[in-house]
DNA sequence: AATGTACTCAAGCATATGTTTGAGTACATT
DNA sequence: AATGTACTCAAACATATGCTTGAGTACATT
């Protein structure tokens, strides 16, 4: 006998129900952050009632939080692991290729994992205060790229490098919000991806007059 | 008797409430977004009365519509002008430096200057529908960049300088609305153009792997 | 069969929000 | 001085919003 594998029908009703309001939430988020998302708004999409939402969740904001930690986790253990697949011999052109490629998935498959980037970088814009359980993962994503691309670019100092991540980073969130990605989505991934590394290993390369 | 220099002191008054408005709602739409502004708080912070709002300007939308369309004005001026004072023989860099220009100012001087940036890159992100008054000055702005890029870069076809000119200007406003921007604005001018430029310059000539 | 548990639901509550109203004030015009 | 105009203001209104309540249902445990 093994209780985990009894099957509560009412608790498996509550996890869908959980899911769905989680769902609902982050595509609401996605499309107009937290300011502009209601509470009817998200159980109307997920068929549930709204007291729904202060029973499994105990508030709006909480579900939001959820819904958003939710995402974050998700992209941040996507980018880590395409970072951590990159040999120590990695061309520019592979750590920005890397380094675009959960966006440009995103972006060619649309739907949910969409909803997750951009989410994702809404958050980016406004950050949520007295969230700390992820700061690891950001900062191991960060120093991951800084890693690679170090070896590629050995006249940049590490700050600068940091910044050009951050500023790389910044326009891949452009593109999940801004209507130019919308644009994108009607491309193929391998059309994104050749069309946006370039510019992704030209922002981490920098451009100097002294170059020339 | 010259008409247009009477005061009338009720109209003079009148128009303080107006601008007043007008920067407030400004100052929270910069913040907020368009979701979050509230009636009140515009009120509050313009010390007047909320009736002030329909009177002077229909309703809360025609306001918020008003002052973004008041700081996009402002936003593509200052953008056009900056490039028409480019030579033909601009170099990248000079075409960076130049389009980057308006937001390393921006950053550096805060204030309204800087919540017309922000509330212009928020704009980018959720584009009002039904302005087509601005149309002009946006493909006006944007056939300059492509006019003094494409010199410097024979071998990128004109969509493709299209697209990087488009990732530049998200890159920028993602500066505007990202916490990196406050960061960067404890910087001097200067600062911020030696350390952004060359990231802008490197996004537009791009880095293929045939390049080395 | 009896009790308890996990969940759902319609209705209601308090507050926040955008807008309107009608009176009132200060200035300009005649 | 009398009338009209431009504006301000406190109050009220209707709706939207987040949240709670108390009853009700379906399942599990004893």
């Excluded at 952050?33 to 109307?44: K, P, S």
């Excluded at 992209?75 to 692991?81: A, G, S, T």
């Excluded at 995103?106 to 994702?120: C, F, K, Y």
Aim: hydrophobic fraction near 45%; include cysteine.
């Amino acid at each position: 006998m093994i209780p985990a594998e009894k099957t509560d029908l009412r608790r498996e009703a509550g996890q869908r129900t959980r899911d769905g309001l989680r769902t609902a939430a982050l595509e609401l988020l996605s499309q107009r952050g937290q300011e502009g998302v209601t509470l009817r708004e998200i159980t109307d999409r997920a068929g549930a009632n709204v007291a729904a939402v202060s029973y499994h969740f105990g508030s709006l904001k909480k579900l939001c939080d959820t819904a958003i930690e939710h995402a974050l986790e998700r992209y941040l253990d996507d980018k880590i692991l395409e970072l951590d697949s990159l040999a120590s011999t990695a061309t520019l052109h592979d750590v920005a290729a890397a380094f675009a490629r959960p966006m440009v998935r995103a972006l060619a498959a649309g739907g949910q994992d969409l909803d997750v980037m951009r989410t994702v970088a809404r958050v980016g814009i406004d950050p949520p205060q007295g969230w700390h359980r992820l700061d690891g993962k950001f900062e191991q994503s960060r120093r991951g790229v800084v890693r690679v691309l170090a070896p590629n670019l050995p006249g940049v100092g590490e700050e600068e490098l940091h910044f050009r991540t951050r500023c790389a980073a910044g326009l891949l969130n452009w593109l999940a919000l801004a209507p130019i990605g919308t644009e994108l989505a009607a491309l193929s991934a391998e059309q994104i991806e050749r069309l946006l590394v370039p510019v992704v290993a030209g922002a981490f390369r920098g451009d100097t007059p002294a170059d020339h």
